[in-house]
């Protein structure tokens, strides 16, 4: 930006030159034909040389004690005309005339070569503050007592994905706020009297995402007037993900330690009740005799069926509260990947009205622990089949690339926000109106202790594809 600048600076300067020396022609060439013009064709009796002091004054302000060279000049021009148009009496006035144009040209020269030194060592303290500012990290811009932005630094630009153009001029809370008017708790609003504002913003950027800001306000003042404002913007987003990960973790170690105590307690109750239902239902075989009360225990039976699909959600519940609370140990044996594939895809009731297409490679056996696979496999295509629930089509490939074995889940369902896309895999985050969040979280803590990793693209009204990506030679691995 600094190069930028020194750039249209160089060549304005080049321009401006060239005109002054077009300018300071052009009026030495009309100080002499007005003073020729006075003296032989008008015959008046003097040397008219009140326009010369015009070229010597912008001579000493452009080009400072070379002005001299000019009022050199001048003076003899102004000698030789005073002797052919008067006579050598008039010599000394005439000369004496010229050293006055010399000294006029010293004085000029003097003073505007001091203001041309203290300019360029206000400029050359500009640029330094202005390559100091595009040095640092953290984002620092300058806005006047009306709010309206002076100067960005580079890194305040890059924070915000905007341009120097877009920045100069404009309020500050249109560019953070997209507001029209003030923000009603501005810190400038207070600030008066103190040494510094200081405040936490959260800012939605140009490109959609949202971050959190720690500004810091300096004003420059000028007696007790503010003149400006140097605002000092730390980008705090990390910090703030990281404090709410803290806070999340803590909440779910202690839901951890609560599952771990209570799911024994809860598991003894639920292997009861699934004792008492099968001989319901077989006794409900034996009863069922005739016609009338075989159509009873066909409704006892569906009824029988439902509470025993929800013991059997509970129970699931309960196993990956255990899961996640607990640290477990992989066990890894050489496995076929796609025939553990089929193993999955053969215990899943698939509707109808969804169409599974299947697409392997030959890949050698991996070293995974079966069991907690086979659960990642078996959570991913129920999400994906419940996220089709007007039918489409399953998607199943396995690839492998050398180092890797790869398994690819798609589905044609409804698709999973952007907003939504980081969050998945977090413990406890849930779309769904049953659940408690914990599938995914799962998935992705087995994936990645056999040194795997689990990825996700999604389009909404698209579709989601999942990529589970295992080592295809591992040691057992603690969780």
């Not at 010597?56 to 052919?84: D, E, M, P, S």
């Not at 010399?102 to 203290?118: D, P």
């Not at 040494?195 to 720690?214: H, I, L, N, P, S």
């Amino acid at each position: 930006m600094l190069l930028c600048e020194r750039g249209k600076m160089k060549s304005s300067a080049e321009g401006k030159g060239r005109n002054r020396k077009i300018i300071l022609t052009l009026t030495v060439l009309v100080s002499i034909i007005i003073s020729f013009y006075v003296s032989f064709v008008l015959g008046m009796a003097i040397v008219y040389s009140h326009f010369f002091y015009i070229p010597i004054i912008l001579a000493g302000i452009w080009y400072h004690k070379r002005a001299i060279y000019i009022a050199i000049l001048l003076g003899a021009v102004h000698v030789l005309t005073t002797i052919a148009s008067l006579s050598v009496s008039a010599l000394a006035s005439s000369a004496l005339r010229a050293l006055f144009f010399v000294l006029v040209a010293y004085v000029v020269g003097e003073l505007s070569e001091r203001s041309a030194r203290k300019e360029e060592e206000l400029r050359r303290e500009r640029d330094k503050i202005k390559r100091i500012l595009s040095a640092v990290g953290e984002a620092i811009y300058i806005f006047d007592k009306d709010r309206t932005i002076l100067d960005a630094n580079r890194a305040y630009l890059k924070t915000f994905n905007l341009d120097i153009k877009d920045v100069i001029g404009k309020k500050c809370y249109e560019i953070f706020f997209n507001r029209s008017d003030v923000c009603p708790d501005c810190p400038l609003l207070s600030i008066e009297g103190k040494k510094y504002a200081r405040t936490e913003r959260k800012v939605q950027c140009a490109d959609g995402t949202v971050k959190y800001f720690d500004v810091i306000y300096v004003p420059v003042r000028e007696g007790s007037e503010i003149k400006q404002v140097i605002c000092d913007v730390r980008d705090i987003t990390e910090r703030k993900e990281m404090e709410a990960r803290l806070r999340r973790a803590s909440r779910l170690a202690a839901i951890g330690e609560l599952a771990a105590s209570i799911a024994h307690e809860l598991r003894q109750p639920l292997a009861v009740m699934n004792n008492a239902l099968f001989l319901l239902k077989r006794e409900l075989r034996a009863f069922s005799s005739d016609a009338e009360t075989e159509s009873v225990s066909g409704k006892v039976s569906r009824h029988l069926e439902i509470i025993e699909k929800e013991v059997k959600h509970a129970n699931k519940l309960i196993t990956d509260l255990l899961h996640f609370a607990r640290e477990e140990k992989i066990l890894p044996k050489r496995c076929d990947l796609n025939a553990l594939l089929d193993e999955v895809l053969a215990d899943i009731d698939v509707p109808s009205n969804i169409m599974v297409r299947k697409e392997v490679e030959k890949i050698p056996e991996v070293e995974i622990d079966k069991d907690k696979i086979r659960q990642v496999l078996s959570n991913i295509i129920m999400n994906a089949i419940q996220a089709m629930p007007e039918g489409g089509e399953l998607r199943l490939k396995t690839a492998y690339d050398g180092n890797f074995a790869q398994v690819v889940v798609s589905d044609t369902g409804v698709g999973i926000p952007k907003e939504n896309l980081h969050k998945i895999f977090e413990p406890l985050f849930t779309t769904k109106a049953r659940g408690v969040g914990l599938g995914l979280s799962l998935c992705k803590k087995f994936v990645e202790a056999h040194g795997g990793e689990i990825k996700v693209e999604s389009e909404v009204g698209k579709g989601s594809k999942f990529i589970i990506r295992i080592p295809a030679s591992r040691a057992g691995a603690g969780i």
